[in-house]
T-cell receptor, first 114, second 110 residues
């Protein structure tokens, strides 16, 4: 069966550009998570969806970050007016349910902001 | 204080050695614990869940110590292929937010 997929795998943006990162979770997984991972660090939580509902967005670093999952499946993380400090790997994970269930990660999108 | 702390290492061990990593967590209400393995420039892959009674999967043993608020991962008979970064993940109560440690780097030397 297919795992979590993400696209693009690599994205280079000029400072000030908007970017959109896509995540396709494992089929049937209710919960979807976005994380940001800087070099040499562990993943940092950004936001969480249960089906189409965004239940927790406490980790989004600024109002330039926006995530959606309109049909409870594919999710998009959008970053407006990118800054150099946004450069990181953005990981998406899904789990069968919430509440501390095991999460399975996609390959990530490596974003470089010049 | 960070929610989850790990010794970043690096741990350099010879093949066949036994190595152990600890991960401390700050919130006593934490309920779910996991170890992930992350290879260079790859995504974290679930290695094993950590159960209250401890659990074993081949050469890997995970344990939870609630009193001292840490989890551990023991790798026996290390293989070259075990070289990776090992991340612990902890969630809080019934919450969905996972906190990850910074990872512990392991290199197994021939």
């Amino acid at each position: 069966g297919a795992g979590v997929s993400q696209s693009p795998r690599y994205k280079v943006a000029k400072r000030g550009q908007d970017v959109a990162l896509r995540c396709d979770p494992i089929s049937g997984h209710v919960s979807l998570f976005w994380y940001q991972q800087a070099l040499g660090q562990g993943p940092e939580f950004l936001t969480y969806f249960q089906n189409e509902a965004q239940l927790d967005k406490s980790g989004l670093p600024s109002d330039r970050f926006f995530a959606e999952r309109p049909e409870g499946s594919v999710s998009t993380l959008k970053i407006q007016r990118t800054q150099q400090e946004d450069s990181a790997v953005y990981l998406c994970a899904s789990s069968l349910a919430g509440g501390g269930n095991e999460q399975f990660f996609g390959p990530g999108t490596r974003l470089t902001v010049l | 204080r960070k929610e989850v702390e790990q010794d970043p290492g690096p741990f350099n061990v010879p093949e066949g050695a036994t190595v152990a990593f600890n991960c401390t967590y700050s919130n006593s209400a934490s309920q779910s614990f996991f170890w992930y393995r992350q290879d260079c420039r790859k995504e974290p892959k679930l290695l094993m869940s950590v159960y209250s009674s401890g659990n074993e999967d081949g050469r890997f043993t995970a344990q939870l110590n609630r009193a001292s608020q840490y989890i551990s991962l023991l790798i026996r008979d290390s293989k070259l292929s075990d070289s990776a970064t090992y991340l612990c993940a902890v969630n809080v109560g019934t919450g969905n937010q996972f906190y990850f440690g910074t990872g512990t780097s392991l290199t197994v030397i021939p």
